[in-house]
């Protein structure tokens, strides 16, 4: 008998074992978040975004009463990968586009990490002579393993 004591104890302390390893195995893994550093007027917001799966659902979000500013980031189907950035003039008669950039997804490793993956763009507003100025980068967050 003593020995089946022993033997049940251990199965307990086992199980113990594989709850502890269970758990340590959910800990957060990191999920990219796009961010882009957006500034105009002498103020910088960042905006965030996440992968979609149709670009057809991302809005626009204004940038002062001139700049719309678009960001549309696909990581799926591979072929249609990328990160593609617009800037739009907010106009009477709609939205007109000023500028468009498209970058691959994974895009490569930036030489001037200062300003991400993308540089620091320069766009210009030719009715009030305002500037907008941006760069993007990809950012690691804390994420919960599914």
């Not at 007027?41 to 700049?67: D, K, Q």
């Not at 008669?93 to 540089?119: D, M």
Request: hydrophobic share 40%; aromatic share 10%; glycine share 8%.
């Amino acid at each position: 008998m003593p020995q089946h004591r022993f033997a049940s104890a251990g199965r307990r302390h086992c199980g113990r074992c594989l709850l502890a390893a269970t758990l340590l195995c959910a800990r957060p893994v990191a999920a990219e978040t796009l961010l882009c550093h957006v500034t105009y007027g002498g103020e910088t917001r960042i905006l965030r975004a996440e992968p979609v799966a149709s670009p057809y659902t991302v809005p626009v979000e204004a940038i002062g009463s001139y700049f719309l500013f678009r960001m549309v980031w696909q990581k799926e189907p591979a072929d249609l990968a990328a990160i593609k950035l617009y800037v739009l003039a907010a106009r009477d008669g709609g939205a007109a586009p000023i500028q468009q950039l498209t970058h691959p997804y994974p895009p490569p490793a930036s030489t001037r990490p200062a300003y991400g993956f993308t540089g620091l763009n320069s766009v210009y507003e030719p009715v009030r002579d305002g500037e907008l100025q941006y760069w993007c980068e990809l950012s690691a967050a804390a994420g919960r393993a599914p």
